[in-house]
């Protein structure tokens, strides 16, 4: 079973609509979670980290659910700009990257 | 201010070659990643370091790859002799702090094709 993973989607939706991924993970002692983007061609940049308690940013919201073992990504009013891959991050004693989901925003 | 750099940005070379990538990182971070990105397998750890010590490099493929971190400001990533299945894009990247526990910041990427 791999430490982290993702639905690779694609996932492709409308402008506005409200899309959501989760990434789930193997070692209930991790301690640090993380969502990241990467734009075609390009490195990965931090989008969000996620604490326990849920955190917002805009139209960007991070949950941590510890007794599922998963994080959650939602995304509403979704933009053209938000079409990317998002990667989760889970950390401990060591850290795995998920291999991503697709999200293409479609006009 | 400057981020993670690597260089070359794009290598192409022949089967058996040598190639040799090179990263500088923030200054001040004190760990330092290597990744390696493929469709296939998407991004793998390689190795990391901290405070210029290998922590953990059970990620590196086998024997033809090695890593080195001779001060803060600088590493290598190593690839001899180089293989078709070594195409990829490997990023270095950044970090304050030991591990994977704080935001990495990734560079370029140096995009690697093996003929």
């Known amino acids: 079973r791999k430490e982290v993973e993702q639905d690779p989607g694609p996932f492709n939706v409308p402008e506005g609509a409200t899309v959501a991924f989760n990434c789930t993970y193997s070692?209930?002692?991790?301690?640090?979670f993380f969502w990241y983007r990467q734009d075609c061609r390009k490195e990965p940049k931090l989008l969000m980290s996620v604490y326990s308690s849920g955190n917002e940013d805009g139209r960007f919201t991070a949950q941590l659910n510890r007794a599922s073992q998963y994080i959650s990504l939602l995304i509403r009013d979704s933009k053209l700009s938000d079409s990317a891959t998002y990667l989760c991050v889970v950390t401990g004693n060591q850290f795995y990257f998920g291999t991503g989901t697709s999200l293409t925003v479609i006009p | 201010d400057a981020g993670v750099i690597q260089s070359p940005r794009h290598e192409v070379t022949e089967m058996g070659q040598e190639v040799t990538l090179r990263c500088k990182p923030i200054?001040?971070?004190?760990?330092l990643f290597w990744y390696r990105q493929t469709m296939m397998r998407g991004l793998e750890l390689l190795i990391y370091f901290n405070n210029n010590v290998p922590i953990d490099d059970s990620g590196m493929p086998e024997d033809r790859f090695s890593a080195k971190m001779p001060n803060a400001s600088f590493s290598t990533l190593k690839i001899q002799p180089s293989e078709p299945r070594d195409s990829a894009v490997y990023f270095c990247?950044?970090?304050?702090?030991?591990?994977?526990?704080?935001?990495?910041?990734f560079g370029p990427g140096t995009r690697l094709t093996v003929l």
């Open positions: 070692n209930s002692a991790s301690q640090s």
């Open positions: 200054s001040g971070h004190n760990s």
């Open positions: 990247a950044s970090s304050l702090g030991r591990g994977g526990l704080n935001e990495q910041f």
